[in-house]
């Protein structure tokens, strides 16, 4: 039989089985339900406040400036998405929240006797940045309100101070060391211009500079771009030696004028990750508290937390050696190792990362290195190409011509970094805060945790789906048969029919009319006499009862039935059949050749008893007259239905399957247990058993159930 709607009947029966539970189901209900209520009443109110920070590019006359010192710098601008990232990086930092600690801590009064370190720490994980399009918001959470909305004040306020005088600093930084250059280059070009007046004045009347000119000027020129590429040189190399030592720094390329606008992601990327590493790495020493924005971790660390939480009510009671004690203890140890475990699998995937993207670097600066070496290495052979040619001209006329180059360019060079003073000078000048205070912090009307609604929304849902999966879990720890669906999840082969208990006659009569429908089909088919084995896997399922009751029904429809007591050990089938004598029948007709076995029941309906009880009756059903026997009775019969003994417990039915056109197994519900369908289907497997099917009885039929609807169509009560 196949379901109208399995969704409608696998709800129906969830329903049914929380009916019979109900209590224990309501019990649950209540019980996590009243957990919620102490969650709310037992957790300290945390209130947040928020400030939104505006996060501009640098200003207008900034822009300018970068572009007089620095025109392909123009494509190395990150994006203000990147800025973004970075400022989030920045505000979230220990080296940020270390220099403003001390003025959040004394205007405040937050902290105890905590370090320095902790106190950075309590910060931090009390702390969220976020965007919004184009903004930040900070947010900030704690115990109390005021304190909440003056802390988050704070750390605005003093980032945008920390930022412009980070900004400054660069500068000035930038202005020391063109002071410094400028001085070498200013003494050196004093020597240049000394030297060369000197030599002019001893040898000004030999020498003819003109004829050597274009010479002089291509080597110099050479000498300048040499000069400048061997500078890119060395700062590329001094990069790629830090970075391998872990350290990256990317002023020294950016002063070099070298372009890396190519690598700037990834340059980027690295950075995150370095700075993820270090806040696991710190995490990993103190996973107490949660101080990084991972959402599993702090799922982790919460409910270590509620843990420990748990130990401490119970010693303030029990003793640590309580098992209780005992058992929590051993529960936040587990905790910890999952954190660490967790914490140390991110390490890895992050370094693992990081490593990847350090060699991407590498790699990219060292095509760029190369690059610059080839361009060197020719820049140094044309130089030495261009003093060949010079050794035809005399000595006096190159010594003065080249004076004369170096001596200018030295004066470019001077010239160069006085400039490059002057617009660093009218940079620092122009610098003002690019951030700015959007919408200031406000003091919150109400706590955010506990989320009352929440908590008791997840208490009912939690209590109904625990209470759901412990009545399911209380029904299916029962190991017998209680309806057709425990079969069906066992096994496919077919169920022929279900009976109800016999002493509820029209039900079971209704039961024993469907089997005979489904045999009817069968005997079509066939289009012969029908021989049917009833059996079990053990006693007491009920398989006499049934096929004595199968052949009375059977031959109410005109069809000749004949019933054979095969169970030559226990048989019973005369006492269904209410016939007092058992003394002549097939042990007889095998062992004696007795031929006066066959026994009138009723008008369609004859029987043949077991006989004699012998040793030997396993024996007997092995015998060809019995074989002999059953294709004779073919010949007058409608059905032959044999009775047998269990087969799960006896090897004599096996001996009997050869004649059997299908076999029918009893299973009795509230008796047999799911282990007999693993045995029925191994039987018909061992067997090679090609018609078999289930007959289900003494089971309470639902009105409501697929069966009770499908299987009869009566409405039979309860």
Excluded: W
Aim: glycine share 2%; hydrophobic share 35%; with cysteine.
């Amino acid at each position: 039989m196949k379901p109208v709607d399995e969704d409608d009947i696998n709800l129906t029966k969830v329903f049914k089985i929380i009916r019979k539970n109900f209590s224990l189901f309501i019990s649950i209900l209540i019980l996590f339900i009243l957990l919620g209520i102490l969650k709310i009443y037992t957790t300290t109110p945390i209130y947040s406040s928020s400030i939104t920070l505006s996060i501009k590019e640098d200003n207008d006359n900034s822009k300018i400036l970068d572009e007089l010192i620095s025109p392909q710098k123009r494509s190395e601008d990150i994006t203000l998405n990147d800025k973004l990232e970075l400022v989030k990086l920045k505000i979230t930092s220990k080296k940020f929240i270390g220099t403003i600690i001390d003025k959040i801590d004394k205007k405040n009064n937050l902290f105890t006797n905590e370090d320095n370190n902790t106190k950075e720490n309590i910060i931090i994980s009390n702390m969220e940045v976020s965007r919004a399009n184009n903004v930040l918001v900070l947010t900030y959470r704690d115990t109390i309100a005021n304190r909440a909305k003056n802390i988050v004040q704070e750390i605005a306020e003093s980032y945008i101070s920390y930022n412009l005088k980070h900004r400054k600093e660069e500068v000035e930084h930038t202005i020391i060391f063109l002071n410094q250059q400028i001085n070498d280059v200013r003494r050196n070009l004093q020597k240049k211009s000394n030297k060369l007046k000197e030599y002019q004045q001893k040898n000004s009347t030999s020498i003819a500079i003109a004829s050597s000119s274009s010479l002089l000027t291509q080597i110099n020129n050479k000498k300048e771009k040499y000069k400048r590429v061997y500078l890119k040189l060395k700062a590329i190399r001094a990069v790629i030696d830090n970075l391998k030592y872990g350290s990256l720094t990317t002023t020294l390329l950016n002063d070099s004028d070298i372009d890396i606008s190519s690598i700037n992601s990834i340059i980027s990327n690295y950075r995150k990750d370095d700075k993820k590493i270090r806040e696991l790495e710190f995490q990993k020493k103190d996973i107490s508290n949660s101080t990084i924005s991972d959402n599993k971790l702090n799922q982790f660390i919460n409910s270590l937390k509620n843990k420990e939480f748990e130990i401490d009510k119970l010693l303030e009671t029990l003793t640590p050696k309580h098992p209780e004690v005992i058992s929590l203890n051993r529960e936040i140890s587990n905790i910890q190792d999952r954190i660490y475990s967790y914490i140390d699998s991110k390490l890895k995937n992050l370094k693992k990362d990081k490593y990847v993207l350090k060699s991407k670097i590498i790699n990219n600066l060292e095509v760029i290195k190369k690059s610059l070496e080839r361009k060197s290495n020719l820049l140094n052979k044309e130089i030495i190409e261009k003093k060949i040619l010079l050794k035809s001209i005399p000595s006096k006329k190159i010594v003065n011509k080249d004076l004369e180059r170096r001596f200018s360019l030295n004066e470019k060079v001077y010239t160069f970094l006085l400039q490059k003073k002057i617009e660093t000078e009218i940079k620092k000048a122009s610098i003002i805060p690019n951030n700015k205070i959007i919408e200031n912090a406000t003091l919150p009307e109400s706590y955010i945790e506990p989320n009352i609604k929440k908590i008791l929304m997840i208490s009912v849902i939690v209590g109904i789906l625990f209470g759901i999966i412990m009545v399911i879990i209380k029904e299916l720890l029962s190991k017998k048969i209680l309806d057709p669906y425990d079969i069906e999840k066992l096994t496919k082969i077919p169920i022929y029919g279900i009976l109800s208990k016999k002493s509820d006659s029209y039900i079971f009569i209704e039961g024993l009319r469907t089997i005979r429908t489904n045999l009817e089909f069968k005997r079509l088919e066939k289009n012969h006499c029908i021989k049917i084995l009833i059996s079990s896997i053990i006693e007491k399922e009920g398989k006499t009862t049934i096929t004595a009751q199968l052949g009375k029904i059977i031959q109410k429809s005109n069809r000749k039935v004949l019933l054979i007591d095969l169970d030559l050990r226990k048989p019973r089938l005369h006492k269904e059949l209410n016939i007092t004598t058992k003394d002549k029948g097939i042990s007889n007709f095998i062992s004696e050749d007795y031929k006066e076995i066959v026994i009138p029941i009723d008008k369609n309906l004859d029987f043949i008893p077991a006989g004699t009880l012998l040793e030997n009756g396993s024996e007997l059903l092995l015998s060809n007259k019995l074989d002999n026997l059953i294709k004779s009775l073919e010949k007058r019969y409608d059905y032959i239905i044999f009775d047998t003994a269990p087969i799960g417990s006896v090897t004599d039915t096996t001996s009997i399957l050869k004649y059997s056109d299908i076999v029918l197994l009893v299973v009795r519900a509230k008796l047999s247990q799911k282990d007999y369908i693993a045995d029925i289907q191994r039987i018909k497997e061992d067997r090679c058993i090609e018609s078999i099917a289930i007959i289900i009885n003494d089971m309470k039929i639902d009105k409501n159930s697929r069966y009770g609807r499908l299987g009869y169509g009566y409405n039979y009560g309860k």
